[in-house]
């Protein structure tokens, strides 16, 4: 309630404690020689952090991605992490197919790239299903909607793709392009 009282309010304070972890992250991440400059593109690009400060909430899933970055070589972490993520936003679905293409090449024999895949695939499904099973059972059909919103939502006004163009003023596109 204080942080309401103040104006700040609660996605605010959120988006602003994984800002601080998503830095925390990439700088203890970082190999020494490049933790002066790893934080540089979050200030150069500034939209990422103005964005992150007044509330969009893309940082929050960027963030649990890093992390999994980082415990990678924890199978268990890695899963849970990106079930996580894959929770909390859609743009987490699109590199699920390249993870685990990338947990395929790691090696082993076929029953262990496939014992090492399930178990990535399952946290991860599991995860989702536990948090989203309710609100499916609730209404599957408004889920789904919910679910595909951000495709075709017309209060989508910032984009890093095509959209982009028309943010930064390159070509005047309606936004129904």
């Known amino acids: 309630y204080a942080f309401d009282a103040i104006g700040v309010g609660q996605a605010r304070t959120v988006t602003f404690i994984f800002l601080c972890g998503l830095m925390v ?3 203890a991440g970082a190999p020494p020689d490049y933790r002066p400059v790893i934080l540089l593109p ?3 690009q500034k939209d990422f952090i103005v964005l992150s400060l007044i509330g969009a ?3 929050v899933w960027s963030a649990l991605l890093v992390a999994m970055l980082l415990a990678w070589k ?3 972490w890695r899963a849970v992490l990106f079930g996580l993520a894959v929770n ?4 987490p679905w699109f590199i699920a197919p390249f993870l685990l293409l990338h947990l395929w090449d790691e090696g ?3 029953e262990e790239r496939l014992r090492r895949m399930g178990l990535f695939t399952g946290i991860a499904a599991g995860l989702f299903i536990l948090f989203n099973l309710p609100f ?3 209404n599957p059909v408004e889920w789904v909607l919910s679910a595909l919103e951000p495709s075709y939502a017309r209060f989508n006004i910032f984009s890093q793709g095509l959209a982009a163009l028309t943010q930064y003023g390159l070509l005047p596109l309606t936004r129904d392009y």
């Open 25 to 27: 992250l990439m700088f």
């Open 108 to 110: 082993g024999t076929r």
């Open 57 to 59: 909430q893309d940082v």
């Open 136 to 138: 499916f059972m609730m």
């Open 42 to 44: 979050l200030f150069v």
């Open 88 to 91: 909390f936003r859609q743009q």
């Open 74 to 76: 924890r199978p268990v």
